[in-house]
Nanobody, 122 residues
Framework: QVQLVESGGGLVQPGGSLRLSCAAS????????MGWYRQGPGKQRELVAT???????NYADSVKGRFTISRDNAKNTVFLQMNILKPEDTAVYYC????????????????WGQGTQVTVSS
């Protein structure tokens, strides 16, 4: 009923920028929180950033000042603008919508995107 489709990953040089997007589709009435997680090679999945429907944001300390999360509520899309990228940012990035309210009024939980690879290297 709900799908999260990510795009924007790729290879970028250190210091460069990249923008990820994640569009949620389906019979969606509303999505409050949306966020981005990442998992680097040999590492655990970690929170990168979250945003509420009202625009309140939270960031991991490792990305503060470099990454910006934003969203378009009308399109149920969340973005992650990544600037001043570092090699340690290399990871698979996942879009997350923990709670989705359908047009039926039913609440669904735990939606994830398929993941998109971000590689920061010279």
């Amino acid at each position: 009923q709900v799908q999260l489709v990510e795009s924007g990953g790729g290879l970028v040089q250190p210091g460069g920028s990249l923008r990820l997007s994640c569009a949620a589709s389906g019979t969606i009435f509303s999505i409050n929180n949306m966020g981005w997680y990442r998992q680097g090679p040999g590492k655990q999945r970690e929170l990168v950033a979250t945003i509420t429907s009202s625009g309140r944001t939270n960031y991991a300390d490792s990305v503060k000042g470099r990454f910006t999360i934003s969203r378009d509520n009308a399109k149920n899309t969340v973005f992650l603008q990544m600037n001043i990228l570092k090699p340690e940012d290399t990871a698979v990035y996942y879009c997350n919508a923990p709670t989705v309210v359908l047009t039926t009024g039913q609440v669904k939980r735990g939606y994830w995107g398929q993941g998109t690879q971000v590689t920061v290297s010279s």
